[in-house]
């Protein structure tokens, strides 16, 4: 039997930890190879962990062809939509799933995401999955999530990803965290969990303190005429500046203290080389 690996296939989907791997080759030891490997005419296209553990342990294995595909792009898509379905598949991984889609979708229609008009007047339906919304459907998350998911492909190092892909981080706080530089990003994913939940926090509470501040709302009594020179109106008018001051001076401590962790945490990193390395 002829079974090929198609390297680009193989790498399509996220590799399993460590831990998963070890998982799935002690039950394929204990209890043999009970799912059968798929196969587009002699392309493996589900079950690449099964097929190397079963090679390396002998274990027998059987195969199905599925022969409904016409290129590589539906073999992708089936391979999407499969993963899609499995309750092991975290909520990160679900949304990258269902954004790889939608860049094959795209691809793949002729109708230009956003509508257009036509010389009758009417509009050509928009591709599918072409809305956030119709993303975070397919993953079953919340547009929001989506949203963050985004910007974690577009700003995380690979450090990063990784922490969120393994559950270190949540989302929202990959998020979060990806708006660092690179170094520091690496420097809170090299100091654990703590460094990183910390870092997410003390991003937001800068944000926090460095929007507008509200307009204090001021009464005025129906039955005094405003004048403009009441000592009321010239604090109330001084207030916002002198909190806007201080909101600014709280952000760059902050930030200054974020700096200075990451900073600590590569020195940790370096005295524990050199301690390997004595």
Known sequence: ?????????????????????????????????RDALVLWNEVLIDGHNRYAIC???????????NTSFESIDDVM?????????RRSVSDFQRGVLALRKKEI??????????????????SLPKPAMSTREEVAKAARLSSNQIS??????????PELVEAVRSGTISINAAATVASLPQAEQVAAVAGGKKLLRQAAKEIREQRAATRPPREPKVHVSQDTPETG??????SAAQAPSEVERLRGEIASLKQRYVQLQAENAELNQRIAALIDAS
């Open 105 to 122: 979708v795209a691809a793949r229609s002729p109708v230009p995401v956003n509508a257009v008009d036509t010389a009758e007047g009417e």
């Open 229 to 234: 020179n009441e000592p009321w109106a010239e």
């Open 1 to 33: 039997m002829n079974i090929t690996i198609n390297a680009v296939l193989q790498a399509y989907i996220d590799p399993l930890t460590d831990s998963e791997y070890a998982a799935l080759e002690r039950s394929l030891l204990n209890e043999g190879c």
């Open 55 to 65: 090679r390396k342990h002998d274990i027998p294995f059987k195969t199905i062809q």
């Open 77 to 85: 898509l089936w391979m999407i939509d499969n993963h899609l379905a």
């Open 148 to 157: 963050q998911i985004e910007k974690i492909q577009k700003a995380a190092t």
